[in-house]
């Protein structure tokens, strides 16, 4: 080949890949710092308890994806930027199943982003405005909105309330659950909530709740129709957790299954299996839906 074409070979393919460096674009970042809950009305919705470890981030309507709290995000955005951010939950406590948490207001800021500059980014969320609370148990009113469950309760077995260093928030209380370390490995202490007869189908429903222990913690409904026949729904088991851990399960399929003049009470029981010394604590816990 001549060496004046390869000359011009070699020019314009220099040529192109100069065209391809200066196309590159060199991303900006924000950094998820860790997410806060702030409520409107503790006396209404409780205390602003939630575990959002993940988070589905979006620049200027565009789905950036699914991202770990403590991550450095790039966006392929720069000047002003609408930053949104919506909760990623564990769905039904599953860790490998992440939806977005419908009874949280997505959080949402206009950053000015800069090639190659990190920016922090804090998520503050609050319940959405249609969120309604039936339910709610802290430990910390007067008095305790469960009672126990006859068929499930032996002397001795109890729930007290707890303000020491292992409750939720030192200084509040949380429900730490007692029960004899003789009984046999059948033991089970339940409490359960009121009789609720007038819950929606066909929207959002949820229970939260924050807890501890060395036994499973089984969470469900009793539900009874217009003849009377009740069916106890275990939704439930949690694996002992030595540390605090959050809930988040949705309610709604089997609330929906059931159609409408039904009658429910939420139940949360305890089995000491064969734990010599059972322990449980828990607190927080809400049932929320969309009204």
Same mark, same amino acid.
């Given at each position: @080949?001549?060496?004046?074409?390869?000359?011009?070979?070699?020019?314009?393919?220099?040529?192109?890949?100069?065209?391809? +460096?200066?196309?590159?674009?060199?991303?900006?970042?924000?950094?998820?710092?860790?997410?806060?809950?702030?409520?409107? #009305? +503790?006396?209404?919705?409780?205390? &602003? !308890? %939630?575990?959002?470890?993940?988070?589905?981030?979006?620049?200027?309507?565009?789905?950036?994806?699914?991202?770990?709290?403590?991550?450095?995000?790039?966006?392929?955005?720069?000047?002003?930027?609408?930053?949104?951010?919506?909760?990623?939950?564990?769905?039904?406590?599953?860790?490998?199943?992440? %939806? *977005?948490? &419908? @009874?949280?207001?997505?959080?949402?800021?206009?950053?000015?982003?800069?090639?190659?500059?990190?920016?922090?980014?804090?998520?503050?969320?609050?319940?959405?405005?249609? %969120?309604?609370?039936?339910?709610?148990? $802290?430990?910390?009113? #007067?008095?305790?909105?469960?009672?126990?469950?006859? +068929?499930?309760?032996?002397?001795?077995?109890? *729930?007290?309330?707890?303000?020491?260093?292992?409750?939720?928030?030192?200084?509040?209380?949380?429900?730490?659950?007692? @029960?004899?370390?003789?009984?046999? !490995?059948?033991?089970? /202490?339940?409490?359960? !909530?009121?009789?609720?007869?007038?819950?929606?189908?066909?929207?959002?429903?949820?229970?939260?709740?924050?807890?501890?222990?060395?036994?499973?913690?089984?969470?469900?409904?009793?539900?009874?129709?217009?003849?009377?026949?009740?069916?106890?729904?275990?939704?439930?088991?949690? #694996?002992?957790?030595?540390?605090?851990?959050?809930?988040?399960?949705?309610?709604?399929?089997?609330?929906?299954?059931?159609?409408?003049?039904? +009658?429910?009470? /939420?139940? *949360?029981?305890?089995?000491? %299996?064969?734990?010599? #010394?059972?322990?449980?604590?828990? $607190?927080?816990?809400?049932?929320?839906? /969309?009204?």
């Amino acid at each position: @080949m001549p060496k004046r074409i390869l000359g011009f070979i070699l020019l314009a393919f220099l040529g192109i890949t100069s065209c391809k +460096q200066r196309d590159v674009f060199v991303p900006s970042y924000i950094h998820l710092k860790p997410v806060v809950l702030t409520s409107n #009305n +503790q006396d209404v919705q409780g205390y &602003p !308890s %939630a575990k959002v470890e993940d988070v589905f981030v979006f620049s200027n309507g565009t789905t950036r994806g699914l991202f770990a709290i403590g991550a450095d995000v790039p966006l392929q955005n720069t000047g002003k930027t609408n930053i949104r951010i919506s909760p990623a939950i564990k769905y039904n406590g599953y860790g490998e199943q992440k %939806a *977005i948490y &419908p @009874m949280f207001n997505f959080f949402e800021k206009d950053i000015d982003l800069t090639e190659n500059k990190v920016d922090s980014v804090q998520p503050v969320f609050t319940y959405v405005e249609n %969120a309604f609370f039936p339910f709610v148990e $802290d430990y910390d009113g #007067n008095g305790v909105q469960f009672e126990y469950n006859p +068929q499930f309760k032996l002397n001795g077995d109890t *729930i007290i309330k707890d303000n020491s260093d292992k409750a939720w928030l030192p200084g509040k209380n949380s429900g730490r659950v007692q @029960m004899g370390s003789g009984a046999s !490995s059948e033991n089970i /202490l339940e409490v359960y !909530s009121k009789v609720f007869t007038n819950w929606p189908t066909y929207t959002d429903f949820y229970l939260e709740m924050d807890y501890k222990g060395n036994i499973p913690i089984t969470v469900g409904l009793y539900a009874t129709n217009a003849q009377f026949e009740t069916s106890r729904v275990k939704m439930y088991i949690t #694996n002992p957790k030595e540390d605090w851990n959050k809930l988040y399960l949705d309610l709604q399929p089997e609330i929906n299954s059931r159609g409408s003049n039904i +009658q429910y009470r /939420l139940f *949360i029981s305890f089995n000491r %299996a064969d734990v010599v #010394n059972p322990e449980a604590w828990i $607190d927080n816990i809400k049932i929320i839906y /969309l009204d």
